[in-house]
């Protein structure tokens, strides 16, 4: 057996995985990888790329540069041009992130699950009533990025961003492990609520949710770095107009976003729960009828 596959079957343990991901100091450990992370030196560099690459299927093929400063260049590292165009059917609404589907359907009277048969409330996730109302009988999705994962997000739909609500919390790691055992988990962790307009008048809300690990979300339109450092003010107005496939920012390790989207839109035949996808494929689409 190889290392890579001794470490593999070593985190599907789940007592062991859950205690080696989350019973640590997780917000310790969060605040050290942002600083180790940033490390411009080579041979701390190499070093840590390395061992990444030995605990994950990291693959560099599509990255835009072949050289990195630190790790923390390689996580947030973009893409060769090109190689996310997002879905041209104007009716689809494509995938923000590259990411494993994880729980998605009807949201029913304000409440969701993070996985089967664990519930948690829109309002305890987003922390706006005005905003639950909005999507009280819509569609939500949660799409899980791996640390190896490319780790930039982007815009599914044109749409106009009116407002960013950051919310402080925990970091739990939201693998699957951790959502079974930790109750409305989403709703304890840090995330970013980017409230968004379409065209026709639909709300389409992302929620970045961090993790541990996670240092910080970042915005392009903000000039403030989201994370357990933020001070002062936590609601941020915007009237910014972007266009489906649009860079919005990253994380700075792997994550979540859950998608919240209108009932008039209805999931593609290809979207299942545990499937891989790209940022720009497609993941909701309006009927013809609509």
């Not at 307009?197 to 989201?226: C, K, Y």
């Amino acid at each position: 057996m190889t290392i890579r596959a001794l470490i593999s079957a070593l985190s599907e343990q789940e007592d062991l995985n859950f205690l080696l991901t989350n019973r640590i100091p997780r917000a310790a450990a969060t605040r050290f990888m942002g600083w180790f992370s940033k490390i411009e030196n080579p041979y701390v560099r190499d070093l840590s790329i390395a061992c990444w690459r030995l605990f994950s299927d990291l693959d560099l093929s599509e990255a835009r540069k072949t050289e990195f400063k630190s790790l923390h260049d390689c996580f947030t590292r973009e893409l060769r041009p090109g190689l996310r165009p997002p879905d041209p059917d104007p009716r689809v609404l494509a995938s923000p992130s590259d990411a494993i589907v994880g729980a998605f359907g009807s949201i029913r009277d304000g409440e969701l699950y993070q996985i089967k048969g664990a519930p948690y409330s829109l309002l305890d996730l987003v922390g706006d009533g005005a905003l639950v109302e909005q999507h009280r009988q819509g569609r939500f999705i949660t799409l899980r990025l791996t640390s190896s994962m490319y780790h930039r997000f982007h815009a599914p739909y044109d749409c106009r961003i009116k407002r960013v609500t950051f919310i402080h919390g925990d970091v739990w790691n939201v693998n699957p492990i951790a959502l079974k055992r930790v109750e409305r988990l989403f709703c304890k962790n840090e995330r970013a609520v980017l409230q968004t307009q379409l065209p026709t008048g639909e709300a389409l809300t992302l929620v970045p949710v961090a993790a541990i690990l996670v240092a910080s979300i970042r915005l392009h339109f903000l000039d403030v770095v989201l994370n357990a450092q933020t001070r002062g003010a936590t609601v941020f107005p915007c009237d910014v107009e972007v266009r489906k496939g649009c860079e919005l920012g990253w994380f700075e390790h792997g994550s979540t976003i859950i998608v919240l989207a209108s009932d008039d839109f209805e999931f593609c035949d290809d979207v299942t729960e545990g499937s891989r996808i790209c940022a720009g494929q497609p993941l909701l689409r309006k009927p013809l009828s609509k």
